[in-house]
């Protein structure tokens, strides 16, 4: 029998509690009514919904469905989900991962930031949850109720970081999770987002179903972005044969055979020289492996822009 008081954080002040990896397995989640507090969910729920707390910090594990803040200020967070939502809220800044268009209503001084954090129990909780660690529109924010001249949300700085907004617990419990905060170790592919691009080139690659698939693209960024090239977004979806002619073009045939074994992952890097940059590494580090990459400067704008809107409509954006 579950006892909605394991999964309940209620009415705490200047206390820091958490739930260790296992501890939720799958279940929802209710924090309300917390004032400066340090809370941290280390594994995977169903949804969370957060009401009424002030000048907390909080880290949320996997969520398989939405979280959704209400009434709430002054809080820093560490989030990943499937939907995210506040409403009547006031200053949040936010490490989010998030699958679908985050989404803000009636709520001021809104700050977003890319999801970084690792611990070793964190990439199966993902799995569990549902989400792909490519899925990430963090920057993609939809204000509901817009103030004609004012902007309710924006960016974090470029180099916020996570450990002085969240940081580590330090609960003696809590203390057994093996936290890294470093931004080379997250779980999470660091991507720009919204930012502005560095560079009017841009490079897409397009990883295919296998079992190397997400350590191959896990490597291709780190290889490309120790060049000093941007990763700007990434994404992991299902093809079909039309949607290979619309995004390949002329080469999509010899690709179609690979879109049966499963989902693609995309990456989109930034930077001068970025295609020449993709073209060699991929030919140094993954020959024999089939990897799509554009040609040229030329076309790689529209490959991008082809891929993504293909995305979008696929995820519903």
């Not at 008081?5 to 820091?16: A, M, P, Q, R, V």
């Not at 296992?22 to 957060?50: L, M, R």
């Not at 296998?210 to 693209?217: E, H, I, L, V």
């Not at 020959?287 to 704008?301: L, M, P, Q």
């Amino acid at each position: 029998q579950v006892d909605p008081k394991d999964y309940t954080f209620s009415g705490l002040k200047d206390e820091t509690v958490g739930r260790l990896p296992g501890k939720v397995a799958g279940q929802q989640f209710v924090i309300q009514d917390c004032e400066n507090c340090s809370i941290y969910i280390f594994d995977h729920s169903a949804t969370i919904t957060i009401d009424d707390c002030v000048n907390c910090q909080i880290f949320l594990g996997p969520i398989k469905g939405s979280v959704f803040f209400r009434d709430c200020k002054d809080c820093k967070c560490i989030v990943a989900c499937q939907q995210f939502r506040t409403r009547d809220c006031k200053k949040l800044e936010v490490f989010l991962c998030c699958a679908t268009q985050p989404i803000i209503e009636s709520s001021t001084g809104m700050k977003f930031g890319c999801f970084q954090y690792y611990y070793p129990e964190l990439a199966l909780q993902f799995k569990d949850a549902g989400l792909s660690i490519f899925n990430n529109t963090w920057s993609n924010i939809h204000d509901f109720t817009p103030v004609s001249g004012e902007n309710n949300w924006g960016l974090l700085p470029e180099d916020a970081v996570v450990q002085d907004y969240v940081p580590l617990p330090s609960s003696e419990e809590l203390k057994a999770v093996r936290i890294s905060t470093d931004a080379t170790r997250s779980i999470i592919p660091i991507t720009r987002g919204r930012r502005q691009k560095s560079s009017d080139e841009s490079c897409l690659v397009v990883f295919f179903a296998g079992d190397y698939t997400t350590a191959n693209a896990r490597k291709l960024i780190d290889e490309m972005t120790g060049k000093g090239f941007q990763l700007v977004q990434t994404k992991e979806v299902s093809m079909k044969a039309e949607d290979a002619h619309r995004v390949f073009q002329q080469c999509a045939s010899g690709f179609i055979p690979l879109l049966e074994k499963g989902p693609v992952i995309a990456l989109e890097f930034n930077g001068d020289g970025a295609v020449e940059g993709c073209r060699n590494t991929i030919n140094d580090v993954f020959s024999g492996t089939k990897v799509f990459v554009s040609e040229s400067k030329a076309s790689a704008s529209q490959d991008v822009d082809n891929f993504y809107n293909f995305a979008d409509m696929q995820m519903g954006m």
